[in-house]
């Protein structure tokens, strides 16, 4: 697991360095939590998974599950600052963006693999996200405010955040007539 999570570190990075292209008021706080302390985090929380809400044969964990841990590590450890100032009546969701689009592509990338060991493909590359009903806003902006207060109000809980992620499989999935029962994992 240690190159899983190196490697989730390695996008982590970079995606924070693709966000400051676009504002360099956002950057990666390192001084606070390093690379270890990430790595601690992240276990503690995939182990705590495993036992409370796994069975004992369960060896690892689901992708839908590891990206949700990558959220919610990401964002309690408050790896991702912001120097400006924010107005009182607005909610910086960057670094709820940066850690979705770090689980999203670790995800992704677990997706594909699965995929090519039963010789499917998939024609795009990222995960088709739901579209709004009763707004224009982008579902990622709407899914990083859930959670901002989710933060506010008790605290992101993994194993119900994975479900989500599952379904946003799911629906990609769907739309490319891909049956889901062929790249489930066998225990």
């Known amino acids: ?16 360095k693709k966000a400051q292209k676009n504002d360099n008021a956002i950057y990666f706080d390192e001084a606070n939590c390093s690379y270890s302390t990430f790595e601690k985090y992240f276990r503690d929380e995939y182990n ?6 796994m069975t004992q044969n369960t060896e690892f964990l689901d992708r839908h599950k590891v990206a949700a841990i990558i959220i919610k590590t990401v964002i309690d450890l ?14 910086f969701i ?9 689980a999203l592509s670790y995800m992704f990338e677990m997706l594909i693999r699965k995929m090519k060991t039963v010789g499917l493909s998939l024609p795009v ?11 224009d806003t982008d579902y990622i902006y709407i899914f990083a405010r ?15 955040l994975s479900d ?6 799911s629906l990609t999935l769907k739309e490319f007539n891909i049956d889901p029962h062929l790249l489930k994992d066998t225990i």
């Open 1 to 16: 697991m240690t190159n899983t999570i190196k490697a989730i570190w390695n996008t982590l990075i970079a995606e924070v």
């Open 48 to 53: 705590s998974i495993k036992k409370i809400y």
């Open 78 to 91: 408050k790896l991702i600052k912001y120097k400006k100032e924010i107005a009182e009546n607005q909610v």
């Open 94 to 102: 960057g670094i709820e963006i940066i850690a979705i689009n770090v």
């Open 125 to 135: 590359k990222s995960y088709i996200l739901p579209i709004p009903m009763s707004c």
């Open 146 to 160: 859930n959670l901002k207060y989710c933060q506010n109000s008790g605290g992101i809980i993994a194993i119900e």
């Open 164 to 169: 989500k992620l599952f379904l946003f499989e």
